[in-house]
């Protein structure tokens, strides 16, 4: 649909960006790397940054089988005719994906293939960092952080564009440009074994392409008017980077080497950002991200700020990611304020030898302690996750998963309070700039058997068991440390329609199995241990961190030393920082405005504290692409339009209060109407006219508060008073000759017996009887009805049937009360009469 709340539709531009996300809208719309770029691109009044996800394989089908090409949301531009596609890579599992999405553009998937005329295609995110899998498809790809780089990509695109340069010359101003790698100006030569025998550069100065990095999170631009989706994303809140990167030093995880030194935010800048993404999005939560939140340097006085200043107005906070030993029985206070989002703790593996060995410097005892406090705290359940096929990994550190989850179990009755846990286990993919990208990755066949001993010691011990599937680990692997012969194989497997592999029912080991064999690549060499004087891949591609550095991790992971956190002033050597531009930054030193002044109270908090209450009946549209709203988003709609207008909402009382708000009745998707009603409860002083205009200025484009007025409190409900609705139906032209006549014999009838069924029940309505008015004029019908809905009774009147139904447009009109709603409602009658 797109027209959500916060997104920018601009006219002509010199240059359009699409921002593609492989995968679905959901989960696209939940990724805070997306908002950051959309909204530092739409700032450059010469560009526009429009949107695009992976189609759902439903609606593929429907835009294939029509012909349509894959287009944005914001203006419908055809893929294919935009100037730059951006594709963020989260996941290896994502790369069907998106050679799918180019292919229903009509762009040729080969970048060898596309000239000057083709958009430019553009890679960047975690994946970035080994992207060889990629190589063939992609012009450029960007390593690191992307705020600055995105401009200066942009930059150098409309400088190229407007001298009509060759897409070479295009090619040697993004290599200019620092972090953006461009694959084919390097040729990649193999040995007869298969191994990487060099990396060669084809541009003279071009040997190596180091990341990008923002050396100041402070001053970088963060989105404060965010995309607001209309339906529910897997994370719908105000999402807060509080800080970029970790150095904890966990040997396994990529992104604490890809994404160092640790910057920090101030929490003045925190709590201002949020300040006004809560206003002009109408959220009502915030998630304070970060590779690990409770690290940053002043997080419990942050959350007292937060709390200080949201709690009263129903704002819950949420943590992503806890490392376990962070978290103090200060912060678990504070996060017990709010909603309890559930707890996760990670200790990644069962025994003290293994943790010690991938650097995870947690003890039980500090697990324990801590699950206590959580437990105590009033949670029931904790999550804990873990990974199999660790480096060094033996079976007594398997039965150490069972083990801790039972003492974990045991904190939770100490605690008085239960105490479930849900263990969750995934399997160790050894990743490119880590300290265990050497290491050979564990067998499918072992995975399997690792999986099989868990679930019978968890079940012994009545644990919860959560796994991921195999079969998405071996795939996972092959990719992570790929190189470019992989390419081929992404080719056929697409062809062979996989897509959506991350999706347990997309997946299809059988469709890959036979890409493998169709081009003839073994997956297992990829999983193999690789040598330490073997040239990996990504070796052309510098994070920052030295392969020294990692490769002497490796060896501390053998004798289980640990690497202490540099943050707190202890450097390591790990390469990335050069003291000047590019440390650590840390916010520890700069003191927090105090939050719980009046000052940072808003209007709504204020008016909500005081007693008196009135209701307020509000008409209103719902038109246009607006239609398509279900009854449940659009309550998600007025719920956070109510924030934005600083209307002062009443909640119910209990655990989960919720704003007063009640429909008339659930409009039916598709359906456009003039006479939808809402009432809600708000704080008394606050006049009708106030809402509407308020909500007015807020509420997207086909939806509009026609009228509103206050009516007594105790007033009947809506549902209640509500008696019949007009409609109005057109059908499209030549489908239908004798509309007329048809109607005729249908009010000729005594009876007309209609058949509902709902859930497993049939339900009968006499549609004639509930018929109170009915007309025809050329291809348009009118009509006045009680029970039953519109389509019913064209479909009884017409005899049209199943599809033949789909291109209707059906229009509601009017609602007719038993009494007037209130004195000077109109029931919409005044707009039905004037034709609209
Ligand atoms: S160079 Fe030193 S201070 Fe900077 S991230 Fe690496 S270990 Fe930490």
Request: aromatic share 8%; charged share 25%.
């Amino acid at each position: 649909m797109g027209g959500e709340v916060g997104a920018v539709k601009k006219g002509p531009v010199e240059v359009r960006f699409v921002l593609a996300f492989p995968d679905v809208y959901e989960v696209g719309m939940s990724h805070l790397g997306l908002q950051i770029l959309y909204n530092i691109l739409n700032h450059v009044d010469w560009l526009a940054a429009e949107r695009v996800y992976a189609p759902w394989p439903d609606m593929e089908e429907m835009l294939r089988s029509s012909g349509l090409p894959l287009a944005t949301l914001e203006s419908s531009t055809s893929l294919g005719s935009a100037d730059i596609i951006g594709f963020t890579l989260q996941h290896e599992l994502s790369y069907t994906n998106i050679l799918n999405m180019l292919e229903m553009a009509g762009i040729p998937l080969m970048a060898s293939g596309r000239d000057a005329e083709h958009p430019l295609i553009l890679g960047g995110g975690p994946c970035a960092l080994n992207p060889e899998p990629l190589a063939d498809f992609f012009d450029a790809f960007l390593l690191g952080d992307g705020e600055e780089a995105i401009l200066e990509i942009a930059e150098a695109y409309r400088t190229w564009k407007r001298q009509k340069l060759s897409k070479v010359e295009l090619l040697r101003l993004l290599s200019a440009i620092e972090g953006v790698y461009v694959p084919s100006l390097f040729e990649i030569r193999y040995e007869e074994n298969g191994r990487i025998a060099g990396i060669i550069p084809l541009k003279q100065g071009y040997e190596k392409v180091r990341r990008r990095i923002v050396s100041d999170l402070e001053h970088t631009s963060c989105p404060t008017e965010p995309v607001i989706p209309f339906l529910k994303t897997v994370h719908d809140r105000v999402s807060m980077e509080i800080a970029r990167g970790c150095t904890a030093g966990c040997r396994f995880c990529q992104a604490g080497y890809i994404y160092r030194p640790v910057r920090e935010r101030t929490p003045g800048k925190i709590l201002e950002v949020i300040d006004t993404t809560l206003k002009n999005s109408g959220y009502e939560e915030i998630s304070l991200l970060s590779l690990s939140t409770a690290d940053y340097s002043c997080i419990a006085p942050l959350m007292k700020s937060l709390m200080a200043k949201y709690a009263d107005e129903k704002v819950a906070v949420s943590f992503p990611s806890l490392r376990v030993g962070t978290l103090t029985q200060e912060l678990v206070d504070e996060i017990r304020k709010v909603r309890k989002t559930g707890f996760t703790l990670a200790p990644e593996a069962g025994s003290e030898r293994l943790r010690q060995a991938i650097n995870k410097g947690i003890t039980e005892e500090d697990l324990l302690l801590n699950a206590f406090s959580i437990y105590s705290a009033g949670w029931r359940v904790i999550k804990l996750y873990f990974m199999i096929g660790l480096p060094t990994e033996t079976m007594d550190d398997v039965l150490g998963i069972a083990e801790l989850g039972k003492k974990v179990k045991t904190q939770g009755k100490k605690a008085g309070n239960g105490g479930d846990v849900n263990v969750s286990v995934g399997s160790f993919v050894p990743k490119a700039h880590t300290p265990f990208q050497w290491e050979p990755q564990i067998s499918y066949e072992n995975i399997l058997e690792k999986q099989q001993f868990l679930r019978r010691e968890l079940k012994i011990r009545k644990l919860n068991f959560k796994w991921q599937d195999a079969p998405l680990s071996v795939l996972e692997g092959v990719f992570a440390r790929g190189d470019r012969r992989l390419g081929a194989v992404l080719l056929k497997a697409r062809e062979l329609g996989c897509r959506f592999d991350g999706w347990g029912e997309h997946f299809d080991f059988r469709k890959w199995q036979d890409a493998f064999a169709a081009v003839g690549i073994d997956p297992l060499f990829y999983h193999r241990r690789r040598e330490f004087d073997e040239i990996l891949p990504w070796d052309h591609l510098d994070c920052g961190v030295t392969k020294d550095f990692l490769y002497g991790e490796w060896e501390k992971s053998l004798s289980g030393s640990a690497t202490v956190d540099c943050r707190n002033g202890s450097c390591t050597g790990c390469g990335v920082c050069d003291f000047k531009e590019v440390k650590t930054r840390l916010a520890g030193e700069h003191a927090l405005p105090d939050c719980s002044s009046s000052h940072f109270r808003s209007a709504e908090s204020e008016c909500r504290q005081t007693e008196a209450a009135q209701r307020v009946r509000l008409r209103f549209s719902k038109v246009g692409p607006m239609r398509f709203l279900g009854h449940l988003e659009m309550l998600n709609l007025f719920i956070r339009a109510v924030r934005r207008a600083g209307i002062p909402i009443r909640f119910s009382q209990g655990f989960h209060p919720h704003p007063k708000f009640s429909f008339a009745t659930a409009l039916s998707v598709g359906v456009e109407s003039m006479a939808e009603y809402l009432d809600m409860e708000i704080a008394s002083g606050y006049s009708a006219a106030r809402v509407r205009e308020g909500l007015n200025a807020v509420l997207p484009e086909g939806m509009e508060i026609l009228e509103s007025a206050e009516i007594p409190l105790r007033s009947e409900s809506l549902s209640t008073i509500m008696d019949r609705v007009r409609y109005r139906v057109s059908l499209p032209s030549g489908l239908i000759n004798s509309l007329p006549l048809l109607v005729e014999r249908f009010l000729a009838l005594n009876k007309f017996v209609h058949r509902r069924e709902k859930q497993g029940k049939t339900i009968e309505i006499d549609l004639r009887n509930e018929l109170y008015e009915l007309h025809a004029a050329d291809n348009v019908l009118e009509m006045v009805i009680g029970r039953g809905k519109p389509l019913e009774f064209v479909s009884a009147i017409t005899g049209l049937t199943g599809s033949e139904l789909n291109g209707l447009k059906i229009e509601k009109l009017e609602v007719i009360f038993k009494s007037e709603p209130v004195g000077e409602f109109s029931g919409g009658s005044r707009l039905a009469d004037s034709g609209i």
